[in-house]
């Protein structure tokens, strides 16, 4: 179905009963007046007939019209019709005239008719003649009455024809601005970002809107308890796969400090690591159950320093073990932040860097503020990320291609996710090394 | 060392039973926090590995008890594990009472080292010997010997010393250092710990003790192997 419109389809809706309106109007208002000028005119003619009249002279054999041509063209003048008339005696013969001029219908007065191609109005007197009455028809071209009535009809319904072009103006200007709340409702909506599934504020919305400001609330509550629901869910079953994996890594961990013979030892290696991997899974899954837009986030006032000097201890052992100069240059900045989400952030910057960079390389973790806006980067002297792909990377399981390692292709996803749930930006650069800098920015305040 | 393992998994349990019982422990077991209870307050154990989510009396309800319960038995180290990161928090505001934690998985290597840092502390807890591989410190008399041959050190050198020998492989801050040095006289710049910390390594690394720099943090005492 086309998407309809509310105004096309009340001036649909209106525009037959105001034409008929204006029809009858115009009807209403046009008889009055065209039948008193109408009965002028035809008085005019019926003075012609009269003054014709006057002018038989009845005789003993014959009627005689005598008419000086002065006269006659006196009486046949008129500035817009031609005049016609005819003189007959009480026999109904032929005296003077126009032959043929048809005479009204018997006891009509005046009527209209056609004569000499032309239409024309014919009104009938009768002239004494003697002792006997003759009869006069007068007739003229309707030019006069046609632009008369023409000229009625256009002054009775000019002003009419105003009225329904106002209406119809008011109709579609005032449509647009009895919608205005409407429009003002899908604005708040539309400037919304996705994760926002706070109920819509009613206490400002006018009476008629009510109804649909409280079905958009229900309809928010309910997909936002359906995004609650699924995150519970997702962290659920993150929390039960905690437990085993950490009696899995414990027993392969048992196993590999016993002396194995190959090829046992390397299998029972590659399960190790299977159940570390598995193990960060469980966590980035979390996270991004956390961070999950449509998800409202605790913030809360944190250092970013603080921050990274409660997650340094294990990250520099980490690096130790992978022989990897690992260092800090931390500066204060207060944010607002939930402390967990960064510090999953934080941890696949870092496990992305350590992943990726070789054995004596050098791994930088900085805070403080650039330009007022606090920042947190890591940066690596690996093999960088390729511009091309920099937009890629931070997409759910994509991978660079030819890339070695173990990773699963949420990491960077899960940062960018926890970075915009912060309103944060997330920026790859090269380092000064060539290698690759991630940095995230927040914003000011 | 005698530890108490509290945890409902059994696999994990017994995991975390063998590995410990390899670095030399006498180690109990029991998945249930009502028997945790019950055989600390009949014995004493050198440190209790709690896990949270426990069935009917969670990990919270046994520390609690394990906290008010029992006087005079002397403190008994918990070092708790957690699956769950909602709980992460309240744990690392240590307004539970543990004195350490650890969030699952973890590597075993990692909850070795933990547990040897707590009996560590626990033992020299008060203690006036501190020992570090062939570093023997006597806190009362202070005085150092190195193999067994007296060590001299400034007092500035003893107090950072003393400093990284109580978080022994764990990163200290420079700021760190300097708070617990500051009660010694003015004000320590970064550069001077510097000092103190490059003076530490010329009489100590010679006997294999190391002290690893972490570059724009501060300092780490490695374990002695």
Not at chain 2, 151 to 175: G, M
Request: neutral net charge.
């Amino acid at each position: 179905m086309a998407a309809r419109s509310l105004r096309a389809h009340l001036l649909r809706m209106l525009l037959p009963p105001i034409a008929a309106a204006l029809a009858l109007g115009a009807v209403i208002s046009y008889f009055p007046t065209i039948e008193p000028a109408t009965q002028a005119y035809d008085q005019a003619l019926v003075d012609i007939g009269l003054a014709l009249g006057s002018h038989v002279r009845v005789t003993q054999t014959e009627y005689r019209f005598e008419l000086p041509p002065a006269v006659e063209q006196v009486l046949r003048t008129d500035r817009f019709d031609r005049i016609y008339y005819r003189v007959m005696s009480p026999a109904g013969l032929e005296i003077a005239g126009d032959p043929g001029l048809p005479s009204p219908p018997s006891e009509a007065v005046a009527h209209n008719t056609v004569y000499d191609g032309n239409k024309v109005r014919v009104v009938s007197v009768l002239a004494p003649c003697g002792r006997s009455t003759c009869t006069v028809l007068v007739a003229e071209t309707m030019v006069k009455r046609e632009r008369l009535a023409r000229d009625l009809l256009l002054q009775s319904i000019l002003p009419e024809l105003l009225i329904a072009a106002a209406t119809l103006l008011i109709v579609w200007f005032g449509v647009k601005r009895g919608l205005r709340p409407l429009a003002r409702l899908s604005e708040e909506i539309k400037a919304r970002s996705a994760g926002d599934l706070r109920p819509i504020d009613a206490a400002g919305a006018p009476e008629e809107t009510r109804p649909l400001v409280g079905a958009l609330n229900g309809l928010l509550d309910e997909v936002s308890a359906a995004s609650r629901k699924q995150q519970r869910f997702l962290a659920d079953a993150a929390h039960q796969l905690r437990t085993p994996l950490a009696g899995l890594q414990a027993h392969a961990e048992l196993a590999l400090a016993q002396p194995l013979p190959e090829p046992s030892r390397a299998q029972v290696e590659r399960v190790h690591q299977a159940t570390i991997r598995t193990g960060r899974l469980a966590n980035q899954l979390l996270a991004l159950a956390r961070a999950e837009p449509g998800v409202r986030i605790s913030l809360a006032p944190l250092d970013l320093k603080s921050l990274v000097e409660g997650e340094a201890d294990a990250w520099v052992h980490q690096a130790l073990a992978r022989d990897i100069d690992f260092g800090f240059e931390l500066e204060a900045a207060q944010i607002q932040g939930d402390a967990f989400l960064l510090r999953e952030a934080l941890a696949n910057l870092v496990h992305n860097a350590l992943e990726y960079s070789q054995r004596g390389a050098r791994v930088t973790v900085r805070t403080g503020r650039r330009e007022r806006a606090a920042f947190i980067e890591v940066e690596d002297d690996g093999p960088g990320i390729a511009p091309a792909e920099r937009g890629r990377v931070l997409e759910r399981f994509y991978r660079v291609p030819g890339t070695s390692g173990t990773g699963s292709g949420l990491g960077l996803a899960i940062v960018r996710e926890i970075a915009s749930s912060h309103g944060a930006s997330i920026a790859i650069t090269d380092s000064a090394s060539g290698g690759c800098r991630v940095a995230i920015t927040f914003p000011h305040g | 060392m005698r530890l108490l393992i509290v945890e409902d998994d059994a696999p994990l349990a017994s995991g975390l039973q063998r590995i410990l019982e390899a670095e030399g422990h006498a180690v109990d077991v029991t998945p249930r926090g009502e028997e945790a209870v019950l055989a600390a307050s009949q014995e004493k154990f050198d440190l209790v590995i709690l896990d949270i989510g426990l069935p009917q009396m969670d990990g919270f309800e046994v520390l609690r008890r394990l906290r008010a319960g029992g006087p005079g038995r002397g403190p008994m180290p918990v070092l708790v594990l957690t699956a769950r990161d909602a709980v992460d928090d309240r744990v690392r505001g240590l307004d539970l009472g543990a004195d350490d934690y650890m969030v699952k998985p973890f590597a075993m290597p990692e909850l070795t080292a933990r547990v040897r840092a707590l009996l560590r502390r626990s033992q020299s807890h008060g203690g006036p010997r501190i020992a570090h591989g062939p570093l023997q410190l006597d806190t009362v008399a202070r005085r150092a010997f190195l193999k067994g041959e007296p060590l001299e050190l400034a007092a500035r050198e003893w107090a950072v010393l003393e400093v990284l020998l109580a978080r022994v492989e764990k990163i200290v801050s420079k700021e760190a250092i300097i708070q617990a040095v500051a009660g010694w006289g003015d004000d320590l710049s970064p550069n001077a710990i510097e000092v103190y910390v490059s003076r530490l390594r010329s009489k100590l690394e010679p006997a294999g003790i190391r002290i690893r720099t972490v570059r724009g943090f501060g300092y780490m005492l490695e374990e002695y192997k």
